[in-house]
């Protein structure tokens, strides 16, 4: 489906502070995502994060929706130690993470699984010699849309303006083979300030919404 290399950002940034490392050690298994358990767990709403970071608002959403089953993926180690830490303190037992790129495990879930699905400021890569390195591109909107249930939405938020321009772009176009989702720009759903909400709002940087509502399946 996606082809070799799609991950070019860092799987670790300075080493984990010695409680993450504890934590990380001790109850990884508790949250390490097992495919073949979550794909048969009935009658939950699903939701995905791609791309978590330091997991504030993964952290945050399954607080607050806690009937709520919440998937977070990241290669990023340093987030995966400091979600477990927090969802381990908070005694929070909806939380599954995936270490590894989202193109190398999407195939594992099933079609129609997920209710809700946040991107929020995923790498800009901001050369235009380097917009091929983005996560959201045609085959991967093709692919995500698959995965997500009829009436569920994505949720895309970034403060870089071609990304966003260019997601809308590859949406239209979408739309023209496909008339099965619609897209709509408003900030709809409460999202926790992460990191790079809060880099980009110091420097007083526009921020950008989309939501792309799914309608019916994709053939
Ligand atoms: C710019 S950071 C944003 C982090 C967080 N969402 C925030 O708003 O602070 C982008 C994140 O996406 C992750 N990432 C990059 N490529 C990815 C991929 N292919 N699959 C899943 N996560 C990815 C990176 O490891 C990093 O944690």
Redesign the pocket.
Request: aromatic share 24%; proline share 9%.
């Given at each position: 489906m996606f082809n070799k290399k799609?991950?070019?950002?860092?799987l670790k940034s300075r080493g984990l502070s010695k409680s993450k490392k504890f934590y990380y050690d001790n109850y990884k298994n508790n949250y390490l995502l097992d495919f073949e358990k979550i794909n048969l767990i009935k009658n939950k709403n699903f939701i995905l994060?791609?791309?978590?970071?330091?997991g504030?608002?993964l952290i945050f959403q399954s607080e607050k929706y806690n009937e709520d089953i919440f998937i977070g993926?990241?290669?990023?180690i340093n987030?995966i130690a400091n979600v477990i830490y927090e969802a381990k303190l908070k005694n929070l037992n909806n939380i599954y993470l995936v270490n590894?790129?989202?193109?190398s495990i999407l195939d594992k879930f099933k079609n129609n699984f997920f209710s809700k699905i946040f991107i929020?400021?995923?790498?800009p890569w901001m050369k235009k010699k380097h917009n091929k390195r983005r996560?959201i591109n045609n085959l991967f909107l093709k692919e995500i849309l698959k995965k997500m249930k009829i009436q569920s939405s994505l949720i895309f938020?970034t403060d870089d303006k071609n990304y966003f321009e260019n997601v809308i772009n590859l949406i239209i176009e979408l739309k023209v083979e496909k008339s099965s989702f619609h897209y709509s720009l408003d900030n709809r759903y409460e999202i926790k300030d992460?990191?790079?909400?809060n880099k980009a709002s110091n420097l007083k940087k526009e921020i950008y919404f989309l939501n792309l509502d799914k309608l019916k399946n994709v053939t």
């Open positions: 799609f991950f070019y950002g860092r994060e791609i791309g978590f970071g330091l504030e608002n993926v990241d290669p990023f987030g590894s790129p989202i193109q929020l400021f995923p790498d996560l938020v992460t990191k790079y909400f």
